[in-house]
């Protein structure tokens, strides 16, 4: 798995008024309203290749050796012998297969991940994830929100991995022992092999995005609190309305320790954007 080498952390997002056209937006807000992270299911990406794999036959010895442990558990009244003979003409049978990529699919159900960026500057990723450069982005501090992760997640018995994305040309290749493997645990480091290859592995055609992903099992669509002091700067899009820069700066102003703010602005010279420092 790759490492994050990131200390900051973006996130983009809109700040649009609630309205029944708009119902999404609330939580959008509610990461500077109420200091809420949200972790997303895999269905709701936006790249239909995301967190997709390639599944292959690997060696047959092997993967017979997890058949018997799989029929020894479900058929604890027959021996590893009986089963071991019935399996004499062996053949993978369709029906198990069916079976795990079932259970696998279950898996993936359970997964969430909150997404962030390395780079706050692309205007793509404005352009994409903030409204069009109406919306705006919020730095964290990486390490602060891992502690507030890890102290969430101890108290409910969870578990969380961080990862930088790998960009690569094919989906990654998976087997069936690994699939089985994965499967029967439910200890989400033990996972770690899959976690890389699967929840951390994007089309290189999305490198420009450097994205960092926090992933969870068990508890997909989900929020989670962080302390105010992991927000440590806060970007308005070059396209933002006033009456929204005016919300976001009424709401700052009631934190301890402010955050600084700045401006995107349309650069003078490239397609690409500078940035200012507002006070407040």
């Known amino acids: 798995m790759i490492k994050n080498e990131f200390k900051r952390g973006y996130k983009f997002r809109s700040w649009k008024d ?7 937006i609330d939580y959008h807000k509610r990461l500077l ?19 997709k794999i390639q ?14 442990e799989y029929f020894v558990s479900q058929f604890p009244n027959k021996s590893k012998e009986e089963i071991e003979s019935n399996l004499k ?3 993978v049978p369709q029906q198990i297969i069916k079976t795990f990529i ?8 359970s997964i969430g991940i909150f ?38 997640y101890v108290t409910s018995n969870l578990s969380f991995l961080e990862c930088q994305v790998k960009y690569m040309e094919e989906m990654p290749v998976v087997s069936l022992s690994e699939l089985y493997d994965f499967i029967e645990t439910n200890e989400l480091i033990k996972k770690e092999e899959i976690v890389d290859k699967q929840y951390s592995s994007k089309s290189n055609i999305w490198q420009y995005e450097d994205e960092i992903r926090f992933i969870t099992l068990g508890v997909p669509n989900n ?10 700067k806060v970007i308005f899009g070059c396209e933002m309305e006033m009456k929204h820069k005016a919300e976001i700066i009424e709401e700052l102003k009631s934190y301890n320790i402010k955050p600084r703010l ?19």
């Open 18 to 24: 609630n309205n029944i056209q708009y119902p999404e």
């Open 33 to 51: 309203t109420h200091n809420e992270i949200y972790f997303a299911s895999l269905g709701s990406f936006n790249d239909p290749f995301d967190c």
């Open 55 to 68: 599944l292959v036959f690997d060696d047959d010895n092997r993967f017979r050796g997890k058949v018997i």
């Open 89 to 91: 003409n062996w053949k």
């Open 102 to 109: 079932k259970s696998y699919e279950d898996h993936n159900k």
């Open 115 to 152: 997404c962030l960026t390395g780079n706050y500057k692309h205007i793509l990723l404005w352009s994409h994830y903030a409204d069009s450069h109406k919306g705006y982005c919020i730095e964290y501090d990486l390490e602060i929100m891992r502690d507030n992760l890890a102290d969430n």
């Open 223 to 232: 929020t989670q609190k962080i302390s105010r002091e992991a927000i440590t």
């Open 262 to 280: 700045e401006l995107a602005i349309k650069s003078r010279h490239s397609y690409g954007l500078d940035f200012e420092t507002i006070e407040y």
